[in-house]
T-cell receptor, first 115, second 106 residues
Framework: DAGVIQSPRHEVTEMGQEVTLRCKPISGHDYLFWYRQTMMRGLELLIYFNNNVPIDDSGMPEDRFSAKMPNASFSTLKIQPSEPRDSAVYFC?????????????FGQGTRLTVV | GIQVEQSPPDLILQEGANSTLRCNFSDSVNNLQWFHQNPWGQLINLFYIPSGTKQNGRLSATTVATERYSLLYISSSQTTDSGVYFCAVHTDKLIFGTGTRLQVFP
């Protein structure tokens, strides 16, 4: 398997524009997570899905952020409108199931810069 | 929510030295992972270790779930070990610790 695939790898956009980040999880994985990494706040969980259903979105910072998982092989994280403080690295991760003998795998991240 | 603290926050070593990184968590967990974030930002899986000890080459990890901590041992460190080491605990979700930044100099 190619692992978790995120696109784009880098995104530079102007304040106020809509940004869409994409993630393809590992095939067969039931769980998908979106994280944001900044120097100030470290790695924060934004939202996670189980079998395409959002389970916990309590980490989504504002209504400007939304996430969807229309099918088992694709998820999006959208920011509309974007602001400079949204600049961060956004990671997607997937996990086959939840329990002791399992592990989450991360994509390479999308570095977002909002100017 | 659960708190996950790592120590030390920063570590500077000369090549060949050994080190121990610690991860403390405030509540019971289902599982625990260790990651290495390399200088290019990639998160690399090292171990998943809900309890007991695992070894992989120069790295080993031990989790004592009843006492709510895990340790990562790096022996004979190399410059390529530089980066940030994270532990992450599985509760109903995956929560990351604060990280240990390791710099290994030749």
């Amino acid at each position: 398997d190619a692992g978790v695939i995120q696109s784009p790898r880098h995104e530079v956009t102007e304040m106020g524009q809509e940004v869409t980040l994409r993630c393809k999880p590992i095939s067969g994985h039931d769980y998908l997570f979106w994280y944001r990494q900044t120097m100030m706040r470290g790695l924060e969980l934004l939202i996670y899905f189980n079998n395409n259903v959002p389970i916990d979105d309590s980490g989504m910072p504002e209504d400007r952020f939304s996430a969807k998982m229309p099918n088992a092989s694709f998820s999006t994280l959208k920011i509309q409108p974007s602001e400079p403080r949204d600049s961060a690295v956004y990671f997607c991760a997937s996990n086959p199931w939840w329990g002791e003998n399992t592990e989450a795998f991360f994509g390479q991240g999308t570095r977002l810069t909002v100017v | 929510g659960i708190q996950v603290e790592q120590s030390p926050p920063d570590l500077i070593l000369q090549e060949g030295a050994n080190s121990t990184l610690r991860c403390n968590f405030s509540d019971s967990v289902n599982n625990l992972q260790w990651f290495h974030q390399n200088p290019w930002g990639q998160l690399i899986n090292l171990f998943y270790i809900p309890s007991g000890t695992k070894q992989n080459g120069r790295l080993s990890a031990t989790t004592v779930a009843t006492e709510r901590y895990s340790l990562l041992y790096i022996s004979s460190s190399q410059t390529t070990d530089s980066g940030v080491y994270f532990c992450a605990v599985h509760t109903d979700k995956l929560i990351f610790g604060t990280g240990t930044r390791l710099q290994v100099f030749p």
